[in-house]
C-alpha cells in the first residue's frame, strides 16, 4: 500500500508530510520516558524484521491480487506506539529513497497511512481494551487478528481519501473504494494471522517485553537476548532467501486502480513530481529491489523465461542483496534513533541532578 507521487497533489502531500513530522515530533518527545538500553537492540532488529517481511507479497487467491504485511501494528505492540511509529518512518524512508518503494512526495502519507492508524488508533483503542483484562493466548491472537484487519481497512480508505482530495478524477471515489476495502480486508486477515503469531511467540518467551509495551514502560533488565536473535535470523532469511517467493501479482492499491482506472500507475505531472522523481532515481541504487539494469539486458538475464515470463520462485541475486541492505540501513537508522534519544534522556537526567 506504498502511494507513488503521481496519486496525490503537492498540496496534499505537503499536508500529509506535515501532519506526519508533527506526529513524530510528539513520539520523539513522549519516547525517552520509556527508552532504555534494552529498547534500542529491539527497535533495530523490528524495524530490519518488518522491512523484509515487507518484502514477500503473498497471493490473495481466486483475486489475481497480492498483498504484503504492514507491520504498524506489530511494531506498537513490541515496543510501544511511539517507538513503533518512528520505527515504521524509519522503514518506509529507507525503501522510499533507496529502493524508490513509494514516492518522495507521497512518503508522509504513506507514514501516516501505515504508521498513525496501527500505533496511535487501533493499538490504543482495539488491541489494549482486549489484553487488559488478561494477557492468554486467545485474548493476544484476538486483539492482534481485529486490530490488525481495521488498521489496513482505515489505512487503505485513508489512500482514496488523498486521491479524492488530489483530484484524481480517474480513480473515482465510489468505484475506487470499493474496490480497495474489500482486497484490503482479505490482506488484513492474513496480516492478522502473521502478527497473532509472532506476538504469541514473544509472549511466550519474554512476556515482560509486550506488558511493559503496554503501560508505556522501559523493558528493564529483562533478557531479550533470545527474542532479538529469532527476529534477526529471520529478517536475514525473509530478505535474502525467501523474498524470492514473493508473488508477482499487483498488491492491493494496484490491482485497484486497474480495474478503477485501467492502469497500475498513473502518469506523474510536471513540476515537483518530475523533481522529486529525479532525484528518487539518483538515491535509489536498488530500484524496486533489484540491481539497476542496462536498457539493453534481455529479460532472461533479468529473471524472466525465455518467452518472457516471469519465473517463479525468482531467485535473483539482486533481490537478496536488497533485502539484506535493507534491513541493515533500517537496523541502523532505527538504532541511531534510539541512541540518540538515549543520550538526550541521560543529559536530561543529569542536568536535573
Given at each position: ?179 480497495m476495502q474489500p482486497i484490503h480486508l482479505a490482506i488484513g486477515i492474513v496480516e492478522g494471522l502473521v502478527i497473532a503469531a509472532v506476538v504469541s511467540f514473544v509472549w511466550k518467551e519474554r512476556p515482560e517485553i509486550i506488558e511493559k509495551a ?85 529479460a532472461v538475464t533479468a529473471g524472466e523465461g525465455e518467452e518472457g515470463e516471469a519465473s517463479w520462485p525468482a531467485v535473483n541475486s539482486g533481490t537478496s542483496v536488497s533485502g539484506l541492505v535493507g534491513a541493515g540501513f533500517t537496523l541502523a537508522l532505527t538504532a541511531v534513533i534510539g541512541l540518540t534519544i538515549s543520550s538526550l534522556k541521560k543529559k536530561k537526567s543529569n542536568i536535573s541532578a
Open positions: 500500500m506504498h502511494m507513488a507521487d503521481a496519486l496525490i497533489s503537492p498540496a496534499v502531500g505537503g499536508a500529509m508530510w506535515a501532519a506526519t513530522t508533527g506526529i513524530a515530533a510528539y513520539s520523539i518527545k513522549k519516547l525517552p520516558k520509556e527508552m532504555d538500553e534494552n529498547k534500542i537492540p529491539l527497535m533495530g532488529v523490528m524495524g530490519a524484521f518488518v522491512f523484509a517481511a515487507q518484502m514477500i507479497n503473498f497471493t490473495i487467491p481466486g483475486t489475481g491480487s497480492s498483498g504484503h504485511l504492514g507491520g504498524g501494528l506489530l511494531l506498537a505492540i513490541l515496543l510501544g506506539p511511539y517507538a513503533g511509529f518512528l520505527t515504521m518512518a524509519s522503514i518506509l524512508t529507507i525503501q522510499a529513497l533507496f529502493f524508490a518503494d513509494g514516492g518522495l512526495l507521497a512518503l508522509g502519507s504513506n507514514i501516516f497511512n501505515l504508521g498513525f492508524f496501527t500505533c496511535f488508533v487501533t493499538y490504543p483503542l482495539i488491541y489494549k481494551p482486549i489484553v487488559a483484562k488478561g494477557y492468554s493466548r486467545t485474548r493476544i491472537f484476538a486483539a492482534s487478528f481485529i486490530a490488525a484487519i481495521i488498521g489496513l481497512q482505515l489505512g487503505a480508505f485513508a489512500v482514496v481519501l488523498e486521491t479524492l482530495f488530489s483530484g484524481k478524477t480517474e480513480l473515482p471515489f465510489n468505484t475506487f473504494v470499493a474496490l503496554t503501560l508505556g514502560k522501559a523493558i528493564g533488565s529483562t533478557s531479550i537476548r533470545r527474542v532479538v536473535t529469532v527476529l534477526a535470523l529471520a529478517a536475514i532469511l525473509f530478505g535474502g532467501v525467501f523474498s524470492w517467493f514473493a508473488s508477482s501479482s499487483p498488491d492491493g492499491l494496484e490491482w485497484s486502480m486497474f480495474r478503477t482506472a485501467g492502469v497500475e500507475e498513473l502518469e506523474s505531472p510536471d513540476g515537483i513530481h518530475r523533481v522529486l522523481a529525479a532525484i528518487q532515481n539518483k538515491t535509489s541504487f536498488l530500484p524496486d529491489y533489484g540491481f539497476k539494469a542496462p536498457e539493453t539486458e534481455s
